[in-house]
């Protein structure tokens, strides 16, 4: 069970920062999930390199990174949406490329809230 950190209420045009921690991934992921959609993805990290990869509707407005000395990845949400608004899943994968697929990803964090006001 990973542990994440984050999320809140903001208004539209904000920001949000959630973080998560954990230990050994080699691929940390962030995903979403509303009552209405499944899971769906948001964006990854290598965790030994400098390879990130995002969906088409949160490029140029999020940002992934990690800090390998605290075992820790963060989502920084920026011009935050009312379509943004979702609970937000961290997940820990252990391959060698950076993944989408939902599969591949072996440890989930609990869910965070991000809501976003119009």
């Known amino acids: 069970q990973l542990q994440a950190y984050g999320g809140g209420l903001v208004q539209a045009g904000g920001s949000l920062n959630v973080s998560c921690v954990a230990p050994g991934a080699t691929v940390m992921g962030w995903f979403r999930q509303t009552s209405e959609k499944e899971r769906e993805f948001v964006a990854a990290?290598?965790?030994?390199?400098?390879?990130?990869y995002y969906a088409d509707s949160v490029k140029g407005r999020f940002i992934i990174s990690r800090d390998n000395a605290k075992n820790s990845v963060y989502l920084q949400m920026n011009s935050l949406r009312p379509e943004d608004t979702s609970v937000y899943y961290c997940?820990?994968?252990?391959?060698?490329?950076?993944?989408?697929?939902?599969?591949?990803?072996?440890?989930w964090g609990q869910g965070t809230q991000v809501t976003v006001s119009s």
């Open positions: 997940a820990a994968g252990f391959g060698i490329v950076i993944t989408t697929n939902i599969n591949n990803y072996i440890y």
């Open positions: 990290i290598r965790w030994n390199g400098h390879a990130t």
